[in-house]
């Protein structure tokens, strides 16, 4: 059975079985669906029904001075005009100006708004920084789930969630919390380079991640990137936010934890130097020395006590307690990644980092805590020429030792 759409392919669309993401609602496919095979459209059934009689071009009030065009498949996601939602799947757009509405707020022409509330939205324009992490303008929006994997912010690695105010670049995928906005350091002295402080940058070239290995531009060419210009050592954006934390006797450094990297093109790099094996997923790295530990081969102990907790806690590779994004160690109260193995008490919900257990006693501290000192923090200017080395001024201290040994 074949229907006819009007979209800007002007095709019949095939009903058959089929499976991925429907382009109207960006919900999954597994059953029988529509599709143009020219085009890679996927419709469910009833999306496709919905948009039988949608006209291909419409004019809005909201942005009257020119046509709205239907576009049945892009391959972006997209910020609503209207509602200020992230969207996903067919819209209306102006080509000309990059007006975007989704298909509900589209057919809102016929709201009870009054007039004056309608004036105050037409033509608005879209609020947006160039803020200093990232070298596109950012939007200012509000995020409500739209597939299966949401996006994390890009500073806190939280996830967003429904109804979350943010700022994004829907191109790089790149996303920050509207009050992360002000916790991303231009400079700061950081352990895996103890000699000079990181300075926030972007520089173009093909180096790799002094820190995980990783091409520094393998996923994102215009990323942001943490590097000391003076040695020509860049680290990614996201592997600053790393700390060394444990202190183990096989190594004299602390060690940091990293839960998956990408080493196929370079596994010299990365064997385990207890079992010689490869290490690509839950081990802790030296990066100073490029010494890498599995952790099964640290031999941490699968169970034990702490002064501050009567029951035993057992070794987990990982707890995610609750939906809240808001995870704390039970010792130090301090923030942890959920994806981080951590030492548990089922009974009690007690979760503690592997540190805090072996180290009793020892201070703990992460990338937002006390003893980060912000001298001078200018938000609005221009870091994308790093041939100046930055003032003592403006360099936030991070003590070399997170973890005292």
Same mark, same amino acid.
């Given at each position: 059975m074949d229907i006819k759409l009007a979209c800007t392919h002007q095709n019949s669309l095939t009903y058959w079985y089929g499976e991925g993401r429907c382009d109207v609602c960006g919900e999954e496919i597994s059953h029988l669906s529509y599709n143009c095979r020219r085009c890679n459209v996927w419709l469910h059934e009833s999306c496709a029904n919905k948009l039988q009689h949608l006209p291909l071009e419409i004019i809005h009030p909201l942005h009257s001075h020119h046509q709205l065009k239907l576009q049945l498949h892009r391959p972006l996601d997209f910020f609503c005009d209207k509602c200020s939602y992230i969207s996903t799947g067919s819209r209306y757009n102006c080509s000309s100006c990059e007006f975007i509405l989704d298909l509900k707020c589209a057919s809102s022409v016929n709201d009870p708004l009054p007039e004056e509330e309608w004036r105050s939205f037409k033509d608005r324009e879209k609020k947006t920084i160039l803020h200093y992490s990232h070298s596109h303008l950012l939007i200012l929006f509000k995020y409500r789930k739209i597939k299966e994997d949401d996006y994390n912010c890009s500073w806190c690695d939280k996830r967003l969630l429904d109804s979350d105010v943010c700022y994004g670049c829907i191109e790089c995928e790149f996303f920050l919390h509207e009050v992360c906005t002000d916790k991303i350091p231009r400079t700061f002295r950081h352990p895996f380079h103890p000699s000079h402080p990181f300075r926030l940058h972007y520089r173009e070239g093909t180096d790799d991640c002094h820190a995980c290995g990783e091409s520094l531009f393998l996923r994102v060419l215009d990323s942001p990137l943490y590097g000391c210009q003076m040695c020509k050592i860049n680290v990614h954006?996201?592997?600053?936010?790393?700390?060394?934390?444990?202190?183990?006797?096989?190594?004299?450094?602390?060690?940091?934890?990293?839960?998956?990297? /990408?080493? @196929?093109?370079?596994? &010299?790099?990365?064997?385990?130097?207890?079992?010689?094996?490869? =290490?690509?997923?839950?081990? !802790?790295?030296?990066?100073?020395?490029?010494?890498?530990?599995?952790?099964?081969?640290?031999?941490?102990?699968?169970?034990?006590?702490?002064?501050?907790?009567?029951?035993?806690?057992?070794?987990?590779?990982?707890?995610?307690?609750?939906?809240?994004?808001?995870? /704390?160690? @039970?010792?130090?109260? &301090?923030?942890?990644?959920?994806?981080?193995?951590?030492?548990? =008490?089922?009974?009690?919900? !007690?979760?503690?980092?592997?540190?805090?257990?072996?180290?009793?006693?020892?201070?703990?501290?992460?990338?937002?805590?006390?003893?980060?000192?912000?001298?001078?923090?200018?938000?609005?200017?221009?870091?994308?020429d790093t041939s100046q080395q930055p003032s003592e001024e403006k360099v936030i201290s991070l003590e070399k030792g997170v973890v005292s040994s």
């Open positions: 954006f996201r592997c600053a936010k790393l700390l060394p934390t444990l202190k183990h006797k096989c190594h004299d450094h602390l060690l940091t934890y990293f839960g998956k990297i /990408y080493t @196929d093109f370079q596994r &010299e790099h990365f064997e385990c130097k207890i079992c010689k094996m490869l =290490c690509d997923a839950n081990f !802790y790295r030296c990066v100073q020395c490029g010494f890498n530990f599995h952790l099964q081969c640290l031999q941490i102990p699968s169970s034990a006590t702490h002064k501050y907790h009567r029951h035993q806690l057992i070794l987990m590779d990982s707890v995610k307690e609750d939906d809240s994004e808001e995870y /704390y160690c @039970d010792v130090c109260e &301090e923030e942890r990644n959920p994806n981080h193995p951590v030492y548990c =008490c089922k009974k009690c919900t !007690y979760i503690v980092h592997i540190e805090c257990v072996l180290h009793e006693g020892l201070a703990r501290q992460s990338m937002d805590s006390k003893v980060l000192i912000v001298k001078e923090m200018e938000h609005n200017d221009d870091i994308h």
